[in-house]
């Protein structure tokens, strides 16, 4: 099965103080510069598909994804790669169910006044028993993300590396799929603007590679650069990971 890589949306005006949901924001100034700075490191992985959320801050941050790609894809590549195929330009696709939770009454609200409501404390300790006032329950949110994911796997083969591009709750979700979490742990994953989580889907298990990563080298994910002793089941057929830990990806 393919390796993922889910990208948060760059900071926008309203990230923070206000519970933004599906109000149609775009990236400020920061975000930006978040989204340009991440894209390069995701255009290094190879990503042959590319699929967003419909609002407006996760299609920008997407887009500079595809600019990236499009960049690294006509300019003169080393001696050294000439074995690799060539990078071809990304189609940015929207899938609805990658946008973020339908908040209903709390969209828009300030967060400081959110905390004060009784289901703030059900949304940070039971998330699975949460619904919003107006809108979806974190179990449904969970579903349809989940269900985004697996579409995209079923459609490639098992070298691919492909790109979600989504929101902070959406990702938690899919990572504590992933991590065989019950959703009520989700809170205890962190989901940064701009950072890249990676997972491996294996005929076994998924497998987390990466979390909340805004710095590292994305380029050892790429499947011309996968190792078959990082005890990370590269094989579909592997048996698990190796027992004590294996040798890791960076292993001289």
Not at 37 to 62: K, N, Q
Not at 164 to 172: E, L, T
Not at 175 to 180: E, N, Q
């Amino acid at each position: 099965m393919p390796t993922l890589l889910l990208v948060r949306h760059g900071l926008t005006a309203l990230t923070g103080p206000v519970l933004a949901g599906h109000t149609p924001v775009s990236l400020d100034e920061r975000g930006r510069a978040q989204a340009a700075a991440m894209a390069s490191r995701v255009a290094a992985a190879r990503p042959m598909r590319l699929v967003s959320s419909p609002l407006p801050r996760c299609v920008e941050t997407a887009q500079a994804i595809a600019d990236a790609v499009s960049s690294a894809a006509s300019s003169p590549r080393p001696e050294s790669s000439s074995s690799e195929p060539d990078l071809a330009p990304l189609i940015l696709e929207q899938d609805d169910r990658l946008v973020e939770c339908r908040y209903g009454e709390w969209t828009g609200q300030q967060i400081s006044e959110l905390t004060k409501d009784p289901l703030w404390i059900t949304v940070q300790l039971q998330p699975s028993a949460a619904r919003f006032p107006g809108g979806e329950s974190m179990p449904e949110v969970s579903a349809r993300a989940i269900a985004a994911v697996r579409d995209v796997n079923s459609q490639l083969d098992d070298t691919a590396v492909w790109v979600a591009c989504s929101h902070g709750d959406v990702i938690k979700a899919i990572l504590a799929d992933a991590l065989g979490m019950h959703l009520d742990a989700f809170q205890r994953i962190v989901v940064d603007p701009c950072s890249v989580s990676v997972v491996r889907y294996t005929a076994e298990r998924p497998y987390v590679l990466r979390m909340n990563d805004t710095t590292g080298d994305l380029a050892m994910f790429a499947s011309s650069a996968k190792v078959s002793d990082t005890g990370s089941a590269e094989d579909p057929a592997s048996s698990g990971p190796t027992i004590g830990g294996g040798t890791g990806s960076g292993a001289i």
